[in-house]
């Protein structure tokens, strides 16, 4: 799926996904990723029910610069275990679990609107 973002100040918004990719700020990535306000990487999930705070470490490295987490689940929604949302929320991170394809459009709608936002999203076919 293909998605036509305005850019705003280089911030990496999401500008495709399938096939197991994501075109992120003009680089093509392979597999699941993280997407910071100012940067994507890897992401090393498959699974909605693999998401632990461990997997989250960039998200809860940045922290006290963020205050919501989309988390695209994949082809289908997904409500991710209440231990992990409590740890994120003790961290001020409130969290958000859809698919992955309305993820990756929430992201670059508050991405632009200049919202302290980042997206965990596993890779869909």
């Not at 096939?19 to 699941?32: D, I, K, M, Y």
């Not at 989250?56 to 006290?64: F, G, Q």
């Not at 994949?74 to 961290?91: C, H, K, N, S, T």
Request: glycine share 10%; hydrophobic share 50%; charged share 20%.
């Amino acid at each position: 799926m293909e998605l036509r973002p305005q850019s705003a100040g280089g911030r990496p918004f999401i500008q495709g996904y399938g096939a197991g990719r994501f075109r992120v700020g003009g680089t093509l990535l392979t597999g699941s990723v993280i997407v910071l306000p100012d940067r994507a990487e890897p992401w090393a999930v498959t699974d909605p029910g693999a998401v632990t705070l461990a997997s989250l470490a960039p998200v809860v490295a940045a922290a006290s610069s963020l205050d919501l987490l989309l988390l695209g689940c994949g082809a289908a929604p997904f409500i991710p275990a209440a231990e992990l949302r409590d740890e994120l929320r003790r961290l001020g991170v409130t969290v958000e679990a859809m698919d992955t394809g309305a993820a990756c459009r929430t992201f670059n709608v508050l991405l632009a609107e200049d919202r302290r936002v980042v997206a965990a999203l596993i890779a869909v076919a």
